[in-house]
């Protein structure tokens, strides 16, 4: 029990905290018979505060264990989504390149289905992303 607590002080005294988890339970067994079968959740992912303000979408999940007495933890991280819109802006610097006119006639000929305004506002932005790129 000292063991464990002093393990806890340690994780405290860095600013780590325990991501949870999704999926089953236990990530350790001993592999033994039924009734002498221990199962434990030793595996965790620890992290600072530092990553939760770059990476708040990090899920830890439990997956089933093959040939081992652990579990393997999977993580999937989502980066943090902007709060503000990017929006598009010209430079006039593109226009003094050779090949602008092509770029935008080849963006404005492809074809586009649907109504005037939607096929109007689908090859803006096709061809704002093209001179973003």
């Given at each position: 029990?000292?063991?464990?607590?002093?393990?806890?002080?340690?994780?405290?005294?860095?600013?780590?905290?325990?991501?949870?988890?999704?999926?089953?339970?236990?990530?350790?067994?001993n592999?033994?018979?039924?009734?002498?079968?221990?199962?434990?959740?030793?595996?965790?992912?620890?992290?600072?505060?530092?990553?939760?303000?770059?990476?708040?979408?990090?899920?830890?999940?439990?997956?089933?264990?093959?040939?081992?007495?652990?579990?393997?933890?999977?993580?999937?991280?989502?980066?943090?989504?902007?709060?503000?819109?990017?929006?598009?802006?010209?430079?006039?610097?593109?226009?003094?390149?050779?090949?602008?006119?092509?770029?935008?006639?080849?963006?404005?000929?492809?074809?586009?289905?649907?109504?005037?305004m939607?096929?109007?506002?689908?090859?803006?932005?096709?061809?704002?992303?093209?001179?973003?790129?």
């Open positions: 029990m000292r063991k464990s607590l002093e393990f806890i002080a340690v994780i405290e005294a860095c600013g780590l905290m325990d991501l949870g988890f999704s999926g089953q339970k236990f990530t350790w067994s592999k033994r018979g039924i009734h002498h079968r221990i199962w434990k959740r030793l595996d965790r992912a620890l992290v600072n505060d530092n990553w939760l303000g770059k990476m708040p979408q990090t899920n830890i999940i439990h997956l089933p264990s093959v040939g081992s007495d652990h579990c393997p933890l999977l993580m999937e991280m989502t980066l943090k989504e902007e709060d503000h819109i990017r929006y598009f802006k010209f430079l006039n610097c593109w226009t003094d390149q050779p090949t602008f006119l092509d770029i935008v006639k080849a963006c404005w000929e492809k074809n586009v289905e649907g109504n005037n939607w096929r109007f506002h689908q090859k803006l932005k096709r061809l704002s992303n093209t001179l973003s790129s």
